[in-house]
């Protein structure tokens, strides 16, 4: 459930939120520690793509595409 809560709303926040968001899930899951998301391929892709579009991929631009 908190793998999904953060993934649908962490796009939608300006990255002076985030950190807001974060302390508020911990408070609402505390001891909750998520295993980091597999998204080696996808990742690959994305900067495949990026770099078709000459996009350049900064971790918070990679960050709010995932």
Do not use: W
């Not at 302390?23 to 998520?34: A, E, H, Y």
């Not at 994305?46 to 595409?65: R, S, W």
Request: contains cysteine; aromatic residues 10%; glycine residues 4%.
């Amino acid at each position: 459930m908190l793998r999904a809560i953060k993934d649908v709303n962490l796009a939608k926040f300006l990255a002076h939120d985030i950190p807001l968001f974060r302390n508020i899930t911990s408070d609402l899951f505390p001891g909750i520690k998520l295993p980091e998301p597999d998204y080696d391929q996808m990742l690959i892709c994305m900067k495949n793509q990026m770099q078709k579009l000459n996009l350049q991929g900064v971790p918070y631009f990679i960050e709010k595409t995932i």
